[in-house]
């Protein structure tokens, strides 16, 4: 019987604020996203990643963080495989971890890999858009000579929405509790996602659409838990209007509105960062008046990884 493999694949975010592995982290993301779709003229790339790694170590260290998504990842890949055992009657499934911008890449990864056992490739990422499930196509796309594997290579698509929100909607209720000081009418639900510039350069899919649909679908879910449900973006500066609102307007209604506890829950993504962590901290740290709850992403939750577990089977 072959074996049977997954690859998770996340974007490879640096574990610590080194300066060196921040560069080669804004070096890779220059070269591998933000220049397909931006016209960066090549001689301003070294100097936008140093500024980038700069301000990265600079963030990171002020706020003493250090990024929690590698040990997060690795989690995922062993329970991911007790699931996919438990689910498949014991047959042997093998789960790999590989990153967009960091060693191990994805191409390495499934060059290890016999070329006569199938491979899944899992992009964890919440909404399928140019600057997630793409790269992970691309670069099995590109990695794989014509020929090479005698079984295919399958790049999953983003889970659907509706089983995405509840899974997401129970993960927030477990962590907010069954008492009224995390829920109910005196409580503000903030959720957070990855924000995206509205007219790009290139015409792309952006994931916008998607995103929000999940948003919508989270709120219909869990309105009639809190007091209020409002939608903010973590938000980049550069490359034109971006969108809205940011998260730090967000939280500023939800202050104006009168709510003095919120529960932060960073829906756009599938694993902790520094994005899902640290700037929506960040941006709490900006309304001291204001308790929080910081719900973290589904990582490693055993409800989500047997839901992708059955979504892998079925592809299967």
Not at 7 to 35: C, H, K, M
Not at 106 to 129: F, Q, T
Request: proline share 8%.
């Amino acid at each position: 019987m072959d074996r049977r493999h997954v690859v998770l694949v996340t974007y490879g975010e640096p574990p610590t604020p080194a300066f060196g592995e921040q560069l080669v982290y804004s070096w890779r993301i220059l070269l591998g996203l933000t220049r397909t779709v931006a016209p960066i003229p090549r001689p301003l790339l070294p100097v936008i990643a140093l500024a980038r790694a700069r301000g990265r170590r600079k963030s990171w260290t002020e706020n003493g963080y250090a990024s929690p998504l590698e040990p997060i990842t690795a989690s995922q890949a062993r329970r991911l495989e007790g699931a996919l055992a438990s689910a498949d009657d014991g047959r042997p499934w093998q789960v790999h971890v590989a990153y967009e911008f960091r060693k191990p890449l994805l191409g390495d990864v499934l060059a290890a890999i016999p070329v006569r056992e199938p491979v899944w490739v899992v992009p964890m990422y919440a909404a399928d858009s140019a600057f997630t499930h793409a790269l992970s196509r691309d670069a099995a796309a590109a990695w794989q000579p014509a020929g090479a594997r005698t079984r295919a290579v399958h790049v999953m698509g983003a889970l659907d929405v509706e089983l995405l929100a509840d899974l997401s909607a129970a993960h927030v209720l477990e962590h907010a509790g069954e008492g009224d000081l995390w829920r109910g009418q005196e409580v503000a639900l903030v959720l957070a996602a990855h924000g995206t510039v509205l007219n790009p350069p290139t015409p792309i899919d952006t994931g916008l659409a998607a995103t929000e649909a999940l948003c919508a679908a989270i709120t219909v879910r869990l309105a009639d838990h809190f007091g209020m449900v409002v939608n903010g973006w973590l938000n980049h500066t550069r490359g034109g209007k971006w969108t809205d609102p940011p998260i730090e307007e967000a939280l500023a209604k939800v202050a104006a509105a009168g709510y003095s506890r919120v529960v932060y829950f960073p829906y756009g993504f599938l694993a902790d960062n520094a994005e899902s962590e640290l700037e929506g901290r960040v941006a709490l740290a900006g309304h001291p008046e204001i308790a929080s709850l910081h719900v973290p992403c589904l990582n490693d939750s055993p409800s989500f990884l047997e839901a992708l577990a059955r979504e892998i089977l079925r592809a299967a």
